[in-house]
Nanobody, 125 residues
Framework: QVQLVESGGGLVQAGGSLRLSCAASGRTFSSYVMGWFRQAPGKEREFVAA????????NYADSVKGRFTISRDNAKNTLYLQMNSLKPEDTAVYYC??????????????????WGQGTQVTVSS
């Protein structure tokens, strides 16, 4: 089992940047495929990005491709999401998630086994 704690959210103007972090504890962090998801008010949770155990392969939602970068530091048990050129439509609660079985950077939240509590990102226009 792994415990996940997100941080780094906040209020930023459109065009600005934020870096989210997800600190993991418990089972070996490098055992997990990791992902970021987000949920805006009144909307369903959606996939943002995912990264394989070694960090060698990533996957992004079309809406964030070219603006967001997912990375991980297995030595520090930490997942990151660098968010640049933020838009008001990026406003949401952002969650990190861990997937124990399988190698693919899947986009379905149901394929992830553990979730953090979320961090709020608000982008003002």
């Amino acid at each position: 089992q792994v415990q996940l704690v997100e941080s780094g959210g906040g209020l930023v103007q459109a065009g600005g940047s934020l870096r989210l972090s997800c600190a993991a504890s418990g089972r070996t962090f490098s055992s997990y495929v990791m992902g970021w998801f987000r949920q805006a008010p009144g909307k369903e949770r959606e996939f943002v990005a995912a990264i394989r155990r070694s960090g060698g392969s990533t996957n992004y939602a079309d809406s964030v491709k070219g603006r967001f970068t997912i990375s991980r530091d297995n030595a520090k048990n930490t997942l990151y999401l660098q968010m640049n050129s933020l838009k008001p439509e990026d406003t949401a609660v952002y969650y990190c998630a861990a997937r124990l079985f399988g190698e693919a950077t899947v986009t379905s939240g149901s394929m992830y086994d553990y979730w953090g509590q979320g961090t709020q990102v608000t982008v003002s226009s």
